[in-house]
């Protein structure tokens, strides 16, 4: 069988977007009506007929309205095959009318949830006779048309006013698809409110991951790659996902994920004062604090022009158009910030392919949850790296402790390291990286690239010096060797901020002393892979 005449529905929605639209246009092609609770209610006050689903079970809905679908002559009309001899006699035995066409959306669950709701409000919006009313007409697509999206109402009545009034099997497939789709989401956002909010267990038994499809990307890491951006549904922290695009083209997938890597380190200095970081494949290459976001701009591409050109921009204040205009000297893919002033997006209307992002809200970079990583046969899954390091929980371990400002330089070089690929070493002198390196193999390496870049961009700009003196050096994890500390003496670092933990420790410590330089220990690593 193909084409199926809607001649009966079933309508009961918790969203009533649509529904006398819908519905009116299914009564004015002679389907018969049937419904529940609040949704007959919505139809009756439309002036359209309908007849209630305790009408049809001869049974009143009962339990605060818990059991009203749950019924063989509801679901019997939905699973009936109907071209099967045998379930076309149990029908008639019975006096169970076909249910053609099921529109059905959720109780709320995700909105509940979302709003802080109390427990037992919580449990009364997990949906039953929606999902199984649904799983069943979906099992039986090849006779039972069903619509859980609002969205899809207009693509429904264009198909039944293509096909005289009915629908065809691609259609009854493509919706069945997107209602089991739905019912796991549903049930996913469910097992994991149960696992972690009223449990409190970190990694369940049975790992749900429901997210919405955003959009679908024009490509992966590589154009040979398909990708595609989704969200996750439930409670969730607003971030780039949810951004406005102002302007520009269309986002890569490369793009979120050095935009998500811009936006999750500029948020480490919210509330602070202006500061900007620019992004170069998920590396920062330039960070600064200052008075102002355009004198923070300049300290910060300063740090590495050159990668800097066709990087990612984000800014922790809204954009004004001073540094929106200094922005825009130099090639840049995407700028993120949390408002924008008319100067600032007048000046970037003039570069068509700039992306500007606005983001109602900087993340918070200590909050709760999991990051998953897919491995070949499994998933990968850890909280996020929430760990906070303060002045007062460091420990200096050398003769000399600190001053002010070399403290103060740590602190920024620690926070800056912590979003650097490991291995990371992070240079940084006065709220300004000096000096940035990532991703290598090993330490020493890493800090050799970090105080080459500075040299060359100190030659690169006349300066007379590197800014890697009188420098603060982070190390992202324990220096194991005594050469970490010559690195840093060459390069002209006075103060190291690192974790401290290697068996060298003391060796390690004493090169210090031996150069004079202070050094302190956070006791906790920040491995970035």
Not at 367 to 383: F, W
């Amino acid at each position: 069988m193909s084409d199926v005449t809607i001649r009966r529905a079933l309508l009961s929605v918790s969203d009533k977007t649509g529904l006398v639209e819908l519905a009116s246009r299914l009564a004015k092609g002679g389907v018969e009506l049937v419904s529940t609770g609040g949704t007959a209610r919505a139809l009756r006050d439309a002036g359209l007929p309908v007849l209630d689903v305790s009408d049809v079970t001869g049974f009143p809905e009962m339990m605060d309205g818990r059991v009203k679908t749950l019924h063989p002559l509801i679901h019997g009309g939905l699973l009936a095959v109907r071209d099967d001899p045998a379930h076309a006699a149990a029908m008639d035995a019975h006096d169970i009318g076909a249910i053609d066409l099921l529109v059905v959306n959720l109780y709320p669950f995700e909105a509940t949830v979302a709003r802080g709701a109390e427990r037992d409000e919580i449990i009364e919006n997990i949906d039953i006779g929606g999902p199984a009313m649904v799983r069943s007409a979906s099992k039986n697509h090849a006779f039972v048309s069903i619509v859980t999206d609002p969205s899809d109402y207009a693509t429904l009545l264009q198909e039944l006013a293509d096909h005289d009034g009915a629908t065809t099997l691609a259609f009854r497939r493509r919706m069945a698809a997107k209602a089991f789709a739905a019912t796991a989401a549903y049930d996913g956002m469910i097992s994991q409110w149960f696992a972690t909010a009223d449990q409190g267990q970190t990694f369940p038994d049975m790992l749900a991951l429901p997210a919405r499809r955003l959009a679908e990307l024009r490509y992966g890491e590589n154009p040979h790659q398909q990708a595609a951006l989704y969200a996750p549904l439930g409670a969730a922290t607003p971030g780039l996902a949810q951004a406005e695009q102002v302007q520009g083209k269309a986002l890569s997938y490369n793009n979120y994920n050095d935009a998500d890597a811009a936006l999750e380190l500029v948020a480490e200095f919210a509330g602070g004062a202006p500061a900007v970081v620019i992004v170069k494949h998920a590396n920062p290459c330039g960070v600064a604090q200052a008075d102002s976001l355009a004198a923070a701009w300049e300290a910060a591409l300063a740090c590495d022009p050159v990668s800097a050109f066709g990087g990612i921009v984000a800014v922790n204040r809204p954009l004004d158009g001073v540094t929106a205009q200094a922005i825009c000297q130099i090639f840049t893919e995407v700028v993120i910030a949390p408002a924008a002033d008319a100067e600032a997006r007048a000046a970037f209307a003039a570069k068509r392919n700039l992306r500007m992002l606005l983001v109602d809200e900087l993340p918070d970079p200590r909050r709760a949850g999991l990051l998953v990583k897919p491995i070949a046969g499994g998933l990968l899954a850890q909280t996020r790296d929430g760990g906070a390091i303060t002045a007062e929980d460091l420990q200096v371990v050398t003769d000399r402790a600190p001053t002010d400002r070399e403290l103060a330089d740590c602190l920024f070089a620690w926070t800056v390291a912590r979003h650097v690929k490991s291995n990371a070493i992070v240079y940084a002198r006065d709220g300004v990286t000096a000096g940035i390196g990532a991703g290598q193999m090993n330490r020493k390496d890493s800090s050799r690239i970090a105080a080459l870049r500075a040299a060359e961009m100190a030659e690169m700009a006349g300066w007379d010096r590197s800014r890697t003196i009188g420098s603060a050096m982070a190390s992202d994890a324990f220096l194991p060797f005594a050469d970490g500390i010559e690195m840093a003496v060459a390069a002209g670092a006075t103060a190291i901020i690192q974790p401290g933990g290697s068996i060298r420790d003391a060796e390690v410590i004493a090169a210090a002393n031996e150069a004079g330089i202070a050094m302190v220990f956070t006791g906790m690593r920040h491995f970035r892979h």
